[in-house]
């Protein structure tokens, strides 16, 4: 089901994220990072740490959360939201899974590139 404006856009195959790492899709909005958690869960993130930007698909992935590889800042998959004492967030974006297809929610002007 679609909400007047948006379009779920098909970007990969889960296979094509590795376990417990990201995969990079270019969008209008910039760098989405998509990660795949141990359990198969996908999230999907700005690739830019609320921190000093660095690239999150870079970092560790660890249960729900991945670790910015510059500062070591914590961010939750979830929410992009920072853990701990750190403040801040990165965008976080709708994803799916259809058939093991990751799927990302954009505007119905907006495309992907994996």
Do not use: Y
Request: proline share 4%; net charge neutral.
């Amino acid at each position: 089901m679609s909400i007047a404006g948006e379009v779920w856009v098909d970007v990969c195959d889960i296979l094509d994220i590795p376990v417990r790492g990201a995969r990079i899709v270019k969008s209008p909005l910039g760098c989405i990072a998509l990660f795949r958690t141990a359990d198969d869960a996908v999230f999907a993130l700005d690739d830019k740490c609320p921190h000093k930007a660095g690239p999150l698909s870079q970092g560790i992935v660890h249960g729900r959360s991945v670790t910015c590889p510059l500062h070591n800042w914590v961010i939750s998959l979830e929410t992009g939201e920072a853990q701990g004492a750190d403040t801040g967030r990165t965008r976080h974006h709708k994803v799916r899974l259809v058939d093991g297809r990751v799927q990302l929610l954009m505007s119905n002007n907006e495309t992907c590139a994996a």
